[in-house]
């Protein structure tokens, strides 16, 4: 059974620096093919991906926000780490993790969600 | 990046009835077309993904179609439990960008 849990601080000042982390289960990244990806929702807007990190280490980032983001793994934990630098009161949002398969490229299981809240 | 333009925000259904919810692409995104049901607190739930594939455990009631820039997901007999939030999202990229979501509510 595949399960992913976000998990994070509910409140950040702004110009701090957000670290989030996905940890799962039923899966392992050091499995040919497998990624988890960050995505955030906004109050009232539309899903945002963030960035993706793969088994073999490759990573990927929105390009709107790829210069305050980073990405890493601990496959012995079965965790992916986001970090996001210089928050502002927009990055307030619910942030999932998923799985993804990288052949496929689409998330098919997700956690239900950290809510972050960025204000002083 | 791709946008995606899902229509209707929100509608009102019956049980039993025939849903239709559609998803434009800004460009063409070939197949690569898929869906999801969301419901407060719970994680998001891959229904059909590349368009028409249906993801296992997943009623055979929910069915997609569509290529290229159109796209549609419908529920064929409406069930209770099927009242909640539906997106669509494009995996063509890496960078994957998504609909803004359509909710179904009881009339």
């Known amino acids: 059974q595949v399960t992913l849990k976000e998990s994070g601080p509910a409140l950040v000042k702004p110009t701090q620096t957000l670290t989030l982390t996905c940890t799962f289960s039923?899966?392992?990244?050091?499995?040919?093919?497998?990624?988890v990806s960050w995505i955030r929702q906004p109050p009232g807007k539309a899903l945002e991906w963030l960035a993706r990190?793969?088994?073999?280490?490759?990573?990927f980032y929105s390009t709107s926000l790829k210069t305050r983001l980073k990405i890493s793994k601990d496959t012995s934990k079965n965790e992916v780490v986001l970090t996001m630098t210089n928050i502002d009161p927009v990055d307030t949002g619910t942030y999932y993790c998923a799985r993804v398969h990288t052949t496929g490229n689409y998330p098919d299981y997700w956690g239900q969600g950290a809510l972050v809240t960025a204000s002083s | 990046d791709i946008q995606m333009t899902q229509s209707p925000s929100s509608l009102s259904a019956s049980v039993g009835d025939r849903v239709t919810i559609t998803c434009r692409a800004s460009q063409t995104i070939s197949k690569y077309l898929n869906w999801y049901q969301h419901k407060a607190g719970e994680a998001p739930r891959l229904l059909i993904y590349a368009t028409s594939s249906l993801q296992s455990g997943v009623p055979s009631r929910f069915s997609g179609s569509g290529s290229g820039t159109d796209f549609t997901l419908t529920i064929s007999g409406l069930q209770p439990e099927d009242f909640a939030y539906y997106f669509c999202?494009?995996?063509?990229?890496?960078?994957?960008?998504f609909g803004q979501g359509t909710k179904v509510e009881f009339k």
């Open positions: 990190i793969d088994w073999d280490d490759d990573k």
């Open positions: 999202q494009q995996s063509y990229s890496t960078s994957w960008t």
């Open positions: 039923g899966f392992s990244l050091s499995t040919s093919g497998m990624g």
